[in-house]
């Protein structure tokens, strides 16, 4: 099982910032997702990544996959209290007896103050 | 639709009890999982089903046993709870596994083991 390091774990910042978050591994993926997560909530999709350096928007949330597939980035334009939450990567397996299962990362916690 | 559904969503329990957490799904979806997820290490997978009458081990599933009782339904048994098991708890489905593999978690259930 491949590792994915996320960073930072923890991110509190005022609102109209920017930020980014990290999702590293030294392995290949096959694809990549992100996660949002809120209180006593599961976890929701939020993009998956396929290609190498393949760039994706969601309103003010623009996620990166690096070239080599082995690392990816999340990047919040002008953060609003309402994006707070737990940011999760997850990689899905490119091979062998784990292929197709998800590895995650072990999350950022974002909080957005007014 | 539902989506992913699971109960209980609290429980308390001491050490040596058993409980079955049930999770039903109405997508579809062939693949099922079970996750835990702890503070500061993401969600760790306990077991799996690809397929309905399949079930395989993931990387956390010491202490817990499962059943894919139909396509709908993939329950998580824990024989002799431990207070290693506090936890929260979350199902998830696919339509399948591979290369994208998009999950979708229900709400999670709350496990304190005393």
């Known amino acids: 099982t491949q590792l994915l390091e996320q960073s930072p774990q923890f991110l509190s910042i005022q609102e109209g910032e920017n930020l980014t978050v990290y999702c590293n591994s030294s392995s290949v993926f096959s694809s990549l997702q992100w996660y949002r997560q809120e209180p006593g909530e599961g976890p929701v999709l939020l993009v998956t990544?396929?290609?190498?350096?393949e760039v994706k928007k969601l309103k003010r949330l623009t996620f990166q996959f690096g070239d080599a597939r082995k690392d990816s980035s999340l990047h919040i334009t002008a953060a609003q209290p309402g994006d707070t939450g737990l940011y999760l990567c997850?990689?899905?397996?490119?091979?062998?007896?784990?292929?197709?299962?998800?590895?995650f990362g072990q999350g950022t916690i974002l909080t957005v103050h007014p | 639709n539902a989506g992913v559904t699971q109960t209980p969503k609290f429980q308390v329990l001491k050490t040596g009890q058993s409980m079955t957490l049930q999770c039903a799904q109405d997508m579809n979806h062939n693949s099922m999982y079970w996750y835990r997820q702890d503070p500061g290490m993401g969600l760790r997978l306990i077991y799996y089903?690809?397929?309905?009458?399949?079930?395989d081990k993931g990387e956390v599933p010491n202490g817990y046993n499962v059943s894919r009782l139909n396509k709908r339904e993939f329950s998580l048994r824990l024989e002799s709870a431990a207070p290693s098991q506090t936890s929260v708890y979350f199902c998830?489905?696919?339509?399948?596994?591979?290369?994208?593999?998009?999950?979708?978690f229900g709400p999670g259930t709350r496990l304190t083991v005393l």
């Open positions: 990544v396929v290609t190498g350096g």
């Open positions: 997850a990689a899905v397996n490119a091979g062998g007896t784990s292929y197709g299962k998800l590895t």
């Open positions: 998830a489905s696919s339509a399948a596994g591979g290369g994208w593999n998009e999950q979708f």
């Open positions: 089903s690809a397929s309905e009458g399949t079930t």
